[in-house]
């Protein structure tokens, strides 16, 4: 394994940006950097989702000004907004802290490629600085596709070509499955967003939360895009010597002891992750597919993911009664070890590609309930590609929903389906263990950071 040895302390700045998909995997990286012999500084947002330091004692946090106070991810508002007021405020206040406070002693600068202003601040102070991707290189890709069809001037598409194959992606992904809607105009500044974080611009490598025997394609079609290393080390939480607690939100860990008291593979976990919202009758039909199913459930609300609700207000009369014995309602769950456990057989997820991966890694069927970005793509290739998940609707409903539980949690198509997932979960075990492709991946990545100081 390779770590670095020298007397003084050599210092890699991270930079995440701020929403828990990305912020996870960069803490992440940080811990595996950090048991590899680097000092770690984590340069975060001062007001917009700032990551707890008490949970990583061994980090060093500085926080940036974002001229975001009082804001967050639930009310964020305009998203680009957030991100170019990010992208703005927070450059100087890096410059002034690596160069006051670190001068001499930064080997590299990792930042998530949504935090794209970092490249001047490493430009300036004559720093290399490393492109981090959350996600696949395919999503990527994807992006790369939507800006082609401007350029080519095709947009806006009519809606007949949606079901079609985009010809410059892997054949499953359709138009429509793109993170942009191509159906409609794309305004200058979504463009202009996209050019900017798209652009790995200086940067001297790549790192993606992506793994070869999942993405190789794209990864390769990019590594020779970019003409840098590019270092595909997922799923980087199994390469964590520890696990770290990096939630946002508050783990409400009663749901463990619940869990244990559970039958194997019995329970179907639900949750939508830290971003997607639904509204009241999206609720609703939810609730009563759970609970029509007649299996057992563990199910994530987050506070306000409701339109127009502070929680779960709007549930229907009766669920409570119905479902008292065999479900129990969380704000937000430690959702890994959730995965882990043993009582779990299902997952009704929006597929963020850090869940599909949790997923992945436990061998756990999924319920594909996209929403936006990746998602589309990500549930693409869990039902027709891995074969180990299948979609929902579009229009959430109650018999859609009832019949897709009982398909995975209780039909042969589930158990089918759970041993495809077991497969794949022991392919990425080989993967992250000692000559697999990411953990040898690993070693390069800080073998090629050593190879930056001087
Ligand atoms: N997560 C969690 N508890 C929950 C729900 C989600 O810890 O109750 C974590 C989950 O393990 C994952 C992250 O939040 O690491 C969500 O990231 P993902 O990419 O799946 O979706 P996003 O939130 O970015 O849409």
Same mark, same amino acid.
């Given at each position: 394994m390779?770590t ?12 995440p940006?701020?929403?828990?998909g ?26 917009f ?21 009082g ?5 964020a ?10 992208n ?11 160069m006051?406070k ?31 991707? /959350?996600? $696949? ?7 790369? /596709? ?7 001037k ?14 410059e992606?892997?054949?499953?992904? %359709? ?5 942009i ?20 611009r200086?940067s ?26 590019c ?10 010597p ?7 939100l ?6 463990? $002891?619940w ?24 609720l609703?039909? $939810?609730?009563?597919?759970?609970a029509?199913s ?26 409570a009664?119905?479902?008292r014995? %065999? ?5 937000w /769950?430690?959702?890994?070890?959730v995965l ?9 997820s ?5 869940? $599909?991966?949790?997923?992945i ?7 594909c ?7 589309m793509?990500? /549930?693409?290739?869990?039902v ?20 897709a ?6 039909d042969e ?6 041993h495809t ?13 000692k ?6 991946s ?9 190879s930056?100081?001087?």
């Amino acid at each position: 394994m390779e770590t670095l040895e020298t007397a003084k302390p050599v210092v890699v700045v991270l930079v995440p940006f701020p929403l828990q998909g990305h912020l996870t995997p960069m803490l992440q990286l940080g811990t595996i950097l950090h048991s590899r012999g680097f000092s770690i500084v984590i340069a975060h947002t001062q007001h917009f989702n700032p990551p707890n330091p008490t949970n990583h004692p061994e980090f060093t946090f500085v926080p940036l000004s974002d001229g975001l106070s009082g804001r967050d991810a639930s009310s964020a508002g305009n998203f680009l907004e957030i991100i170019s007021a990010i992208n703005t405020n927070c450059k100087q206040p890096l410059e002034d802290c690596i160069m006051n406070k670190l001068e001499g002693q930064v080997a590299c600068i990792i930042y998530d490629s949504l935090m794209y202003f970092v490249d001047d601040v490493a430009h300036q102070l004559k720093l290399p600085s490393i492109f981090f991707r /959350a996600t $696949t290189a395919l999503y990527m890709q994807s992006y790369y /596709a939507v800006l082609a069809l401007e350029e080519k001037k095709m947009l806006p598409l009519p809606e007949s070509q949606l079901q079609e194959p985009v010809p410059e992606l892997h054949s499953i992904l %359709r138009y429509q499955d793109l993170p942009i809607s191509v159906s409609s105009k794309i305004s200058e500044t979504l463009i202009q967003f996209i050019k900017s974080f798209s652009n790995i611009r200086s940067s001297v490598a790549v790192i993606w939360n992506s793994i070869e025997m999942l993405d190789h394609l794209a990864l390769h079609q990019l590594q020779h895009q970019y003409q840098v290393p590019c270092f595909p080390i997922g799923p980087i939480h199994k390469l964590s010597p520890s696990p770290s607690q990096t939630s946002l939100l508050p783990e409400d860990t009663t749901c463990i $002891t619940w869990l244990d008291k559970h039958a194997p593979k019995s329970v179907l976990y639900v949750s939508l992750g830290s971003l997607a919202t639904m509204g009241d009758k999206e609720l609703v039909e $939810t609730a009563w597919g759970i609970a029509n199913s007649g299996q057992k459930f563990l199910w994530v609300v987050r506070p306000s993911s409701v339109n127009g609700s502070d929680w779960i207000e709007c549930l229907p009369d009766g669920f409570a009664e119905l479902t008292r014995e %065999r479900g129990l309602i969380v704000k937000w /769950a430690p959702q890994k070890k959730v995965l882990a456990h043993w009582a779990v057989g299902g997952f009704l997820s929006h597929c963020g590609w850090n869940s $599909t991966l949790e997923s992945i890694c436990e061998g756990v069927p999924m319920i594909c309930r996209p929403c936006f970005g990746d998602q589309m793509m990500n /549930a693409r290739f869990l039902v027709h590609v891995w074969k180990m998940g299948i979609e929902l609707g579009k229009v959430v409903e109650r018999e859609s929903v009832e019949k897709a539980i009982r398909m995975v949690m209780v039909d042969e198509l589930g158990n089918e389906m759970r041993h495809t997932a077991v497969e794949m979960k022991g392919k990425l075990e080989l993967s992250v263990r000692k000559d697999g492709s990411s953990y040898r991946s690993l070693d390069e990545l800080v073998e090629f950071i050593i190879s930056l100081i001087h």
